[in-house]
C-alpha cells in the first residue's frame, strides 16, 4: 500500500494536469481541481498514518523507464535553451547547454542505462512532512485560485484565457515534488529538480507582460546555475562512490574529505531553488506573479526544494567546515532578510523577505547538525 500511495501522490496530480490542458470548460476544471485536490489531501494523510517506509517498484528499474527519464531531461533541457535563445539571455543559454553537455557524457559515457538499479521510494518523517505541505497546503491553494484567475483575467481583460495552461502546470509541479522529496535516486531527484525549475519559470511569466518575462528569466538563470551545481555533484559523487542511490551516498559520503567538494555543490542547488543570499533576487522578482502562484511556488513548497536537498545530506557533511559554512550563510540570511522585511510597506515584498528569512533558519539548522 505504502508504493501504491506514493504513485497515486506523483501520478494524480500529472493526470489532473493533462486533462486541465485537455479539457477547457470551466466547470470541468472545478471538478477536476476539488477531486484532485481532496484526493492528495486523503492520500497524503494516510501516507502519514502508514508511517516511513521505502520501497522498490519493478518499474522504476526497469530500461524502458530509463531510457524515458533520460530523453525527459534532455527534453527539458532543450526547452530551458530555447528560452534562453528566445530571450537573448546567453547566461541561461550556456548553462543549459553545459548542463546537456554534462548530461550526455554521465549518461551515455560513465553509466550507459544502468543507473536504474538503484531507482525506488523511500519516505522517511522529513518526506512526509513534505507531502503533507505539498499536498495540503498544495491543493488548497489550487481551489483558492479557481475563482481568484477568474477575477485575475477579468481585471487584465483576456480575450482569451490562460486557466487551462496555468493550472495544468500548478498540479505539474505538485506531482514533481512530491517525487522529489521521495525518489531514492540521484538522476530521478535531479529530473524532478529541473521540473520545478522549469514551471517556476513558467508560471511567473504567466501574464507574459515585459515585468513578469524579465523577472521569469531571471528566476530561470539563477535556478538552473542551480541545476549545473547539482548536476555536477552527482557526478562527482558516482565517480568517487559508485552509486546513485541517496541513502547509501549519505553513508559512505560521511566523513570523507574530498566528497566534501560535491556535497558543497548540493548545498549551492540548494542555496539558489530555496533563494539564499546572494541569490533571493529571483525570489523576490517571481511575486510579479499571480497571487496563487506567490504562495504555493514561491513562499509555501518550491523555496522547501533547497532547505529539502540541504537537510537531507545534512548527516554526510555533520561536523565538517562544510556544515558550519551553511549554518553561517543560512544565519546571514535570517538575519539580514528580517531586517529587510521589516522596512517593506509591500505587502509581498515583505511576504518574499520573512520566506527568506525563515528558509535561511532552516539552512542554519541543518548547518549546526
Known amino acids: 500500500m505504502f508504493e501504491n500511495l506514493i504513485s497515486f501522490l506523483i501520478v494524480c496530480p500529472m493526470a489532473a494536469a493533462a486533462a486541465c490542458m485537455m479539457l477547457k470548460n470551466d466547470t470541468i476544471r472545478s471538478v477536476i481541481t476539488s477531486f484532485t485536490g481532496a484526493g492528495l489531501i486523503a492520500g497524503s494523510l494516510l501516507l502519514v498514518w502508514l508511517g516511513p517506509g521505502e520501497a522498490s517498484p519493478a518499474l522504476l528499474s526497469s530500461p524502458a523507464f530509463t531510457t524515458f527519464i533520460q530523453a525527459a531531461d534532455f527534453m527539458i533541457l532543450g526547452v530551458i535553451l530555447f528560452f534562453g535563445i528566445k530571450f537573448k539571455n546567453r547566461i541561461i543559454t550556456l548553462l543549459s547547454l553545459s548542463q546537456a553537455g554534462l548530461l550526455a557524457y554521465f549518461e551515455f559515457v560513465m553509466i550507459g542505462a544502468g543507473h536504474g538499479a538503484s531507482a525506488g521510494f523511500y519516505a522517511d518523517n522529513l518526506s512526509l512532512i513534505m507531502i503533507c505541505l505539498i499536498c495540503i497546503a498544495g491543493s488548497l491553494i489550487i481551489v483558492f485560485a479557481m475563482p481568484y484567475m477568474a477575477r485575475h483575467e477579468a481585471h487584465l481583460r483576456l480575450t482569451r484565457s490562460r486557466q487551462p495552461r496555468f493550472f495544468a502546470i500548478l498540479f505539474l509541479f505538485i506531482g514533481a515534488m512530491n517525487a522529489l522529496v ?34 521569469a528569466v531571471t528566476a530561470l538563470r539563477i535556478n538552473s546555475l542551480g541545476g549545473l551545481a547539482l548536476l555536477t555533484g552527482i557526478i562527482l559523487l558516482y565517480a568517487g562512490l559508485h552509486t546513485l542511490d541517496i541513502q547509501e551516498v549519505i553513508k ?30 529571483w525570489l523576490l522578482g517571481a511575486m510579479v506573479a499571480p497571487t496563487p502562484t506567490s504562495v504555493l511556488l514561491h513562499s509555501s513548497t518550491m523555496v522547501k526544494a533547497g532547505v529539502f536537498l540541504v537537510i537531507r545530506f545534512a548527516p554526510a557533511f555533520e561536523n565538517t567546515p562544510l556544515s558550519l559554512g551553511v549554518a553561517i550563510c543560512g544565519a546571514f540570511t535570517f538575519l539580514s532578510a528580517a531586517a529587510l522585511a521589516i522596512g517593506q510597506s509591500n505587502g509581498k515584498k515583505v511576504l518574499a523577505y520573512s520566506t527568506i528569512s525563515n528558509l535561511g533558519l532552516i539552512m542554519a539548522c541543518a548547518g549546526i547538525n
Open 182 to 215: 521521495t525518489v531514492n535516486d540521484l538522476m530521478l531527484f535531479y529530473f524532478c529538480f529541473e521540473i520545478t525549475t522549469l514551471c517556476s519559470f513558467l508560471l511567473i511569466s504567466h501574464d507574459a507582460t515585459r515585468e513578469a518575462n524579465k523577472n
Open 252 to 281: 559512505s559520503a560521511k566523513g570523507v574529505g574530498p566528497l566534501m567538494i560535491p556535497l558543497g555543490l548540493l548545498c549551492v542547488a540548494g542555496f539558489t531553488k530555496a533563494a539564499q543570499m546572494p541569490f533571493q533576487k
